[in-house]
């Protein structure tokens, strides 16, 4: 059921240095969304621009604020950009951290390539999709438990050109 | 004190009040951790995730779905037919225990079907094991036979008898279940509950949708010095409005989310 999207992904991914140029991605800051598994991240996100843009996000969980709960978050992405007609396209790799406290501390990791979206000049609108593997890892009276599992991650964002 | 203060004053205390109250809300993972949910981890009524639900933090216990086979056995799997999410086919009362240890949910896990027996063990002292009893055979069109389901019962319980609490959707056995443990009448009908409730003084309390029940009810039934249950709470917003009718207990899909929204109980 999943194979079919990843692959038609998977063929535009790779198809787009032969249809598509490199693109220059400015410098820029900007507040993102991300639902994912778990819990949802708002985020603060910091681009330093280039072909290969990296950014840096740190954020927290507004559902486990709303319960009094600091859920705090920290990830890391990078891109490679193409230019596609209006858009910039291209894969990206993330890893992220989460982490709260309720009764013991919990601990999560994501892990997660996919691909990036944005479109705009001075404000730009970002969409990425990753998708990947977690590790859900908790210490209680009957020692440490940890999971792994398969997750995904849609983030939906504005940023600010700041060149 | 000016009045606006007063209305503080009032507002804070009722707060409180009702922070207490859903405090004292017991909470468990629905079939482990939750019913078909995407934050689970692992399929529902697997020992994986009964046992990762019973790990966190403040969990009460759990509710399971229970089958008979055709040995006997009691087997935890929800769906009437196995071909739903197992690799098997057919109906569990119809396979023997050798057949069914073959089979595992289809999932990327591939977690094995479970016997009830295995899961026992995984309770912590102060947790209780909500046993809901799949009564019916699709496959044959008829009841599974009672006598054999009590006395799988009898011996598969064992020692946690005052952990477990046994769930059933057919009135007539309640009365000779009562005699082997707690029982409640799972119902989508609050009159059918409320006139069993008075039918069988034994009967410990009612398990209905968290839909189907509104505060007054939960407070008629707690009136009646019996317990309530309710399930079918998927979302967040789900969590909050069973957390404010204040049943006895809830059985949460989203259990990391319920436990945190009600905190420790008190």
């Known amino acids: 059921m999943f194979k079919r999207p990843f692959i038609l992904l998977a063929f535009l991914l790779f198809s787009l240095p032969f249809i598509a140029q490199k693109s220059i991605v400015p410098n820029s800051v900007g507040l993102s969304y991300e639902i994912q598994k778990f819990d949802p991240f708002l985020s603060l996100r910091a681009q330093l621009g280039t072909t290969n843009p990296m950014a840096i996000y740190l954020g927290f969980s507004p559902v486990k604020a709303s319960q009094q709960v600091f859920h705090p978050s920290v990830g890391l992405d990078y891109a490679h950009m193409w230019d596609w007609r209006k858009f910039h396209v291209g894969p990206v790799v993330q890893l992220s951290s989460n982490s709260y406290v309720f009764g013991t501390r919990f601990w999560y990791v994501h892990a997660g390539v996919g691909y990036r979206f944005l479109i705009g000049q001075k404000i730009q609108f970002m969409h990425q999709f990753c998708w990947g593997p977690s590790l859900e890892s908790f210490t209680n009276q009957l020692g440490n438990s940890r999971q792994f599992t398969l997750n995904y991650s849609v983030k939906f964002g504005l940023q600010y050109v700041i060149r | ?266």
Request: hydrophobic share 40%; aromatic share 8%.
């Open chain 2, 1 to 266: 004190m000016s009045f606006v203060k007063y209305i503080l004053l009032v507002s804070v205390l009722f707060a409180c009040q009702k922070s207490d109250e859903r405090k004292q809300v017991l909470i468990f993972g629905h079939a482990g951790m939750g019913l078909s949910m995407d934050n689970s981890i692992y399929h529902d009524n697997s020992a994986e995730a009964v046992a990762l639900a019973l790990n966190l933090p403040a969990c009460n216990g759990v509710e399971v779905d229970v089958r008979l086979s055709k040995n006997g056995t009691l087997w935890l799997y929800h769906d009437e037919f196995l071909e739903a999410e197992s690799t098997g086919k057919g109906c569990v009362a119809d396979l023997s225990d050798s057949e069914i240890e073959q089979l595992n949910y289809r999932t990327a896990k591939k977690e094995k079907l479970v016997k009830l027996v295995d899961v026992l063990p995984l309770l912590l002292p102060d947790q209780q094991l909500f046993i809901d009893l799949k009564h019916f055979n699709s496959c044959q069109n008829e009841r599974i036979d009672f006598d054999a389901l009590k006395e799988a019962l009898e011996e598969q319980i064992g020692d946690y008898s005052s952990q477990i609490k046994l769930i059933c959707a057919y009135e007539y056995w309640l009365s000779d279940l009562s005699e082997i443990v707690d029982v409640l009448y799972s119902t989508d009908d609050l009159n059918e509950g409320k006139s069993l409730l008075l039918k069988y003084p034994n009967l410990q309390g009612l398990v209905m949708r968290n839909a189907h029940l509104s505060t007054e009810d939960v407070k008629i039934i707690h009136h009646m010095n019996r317990s309530v249950y309710l399930y079918d709470i998927r979302s967040l917003k789900g969590i909050k409005q069973a957390l404010d009718k204040c049943p006895t207990g809830m059985f949460a899909d989203d259990l990391r989310q319920a436990l945190v929204e009600r905190g420790y109980a008190l």
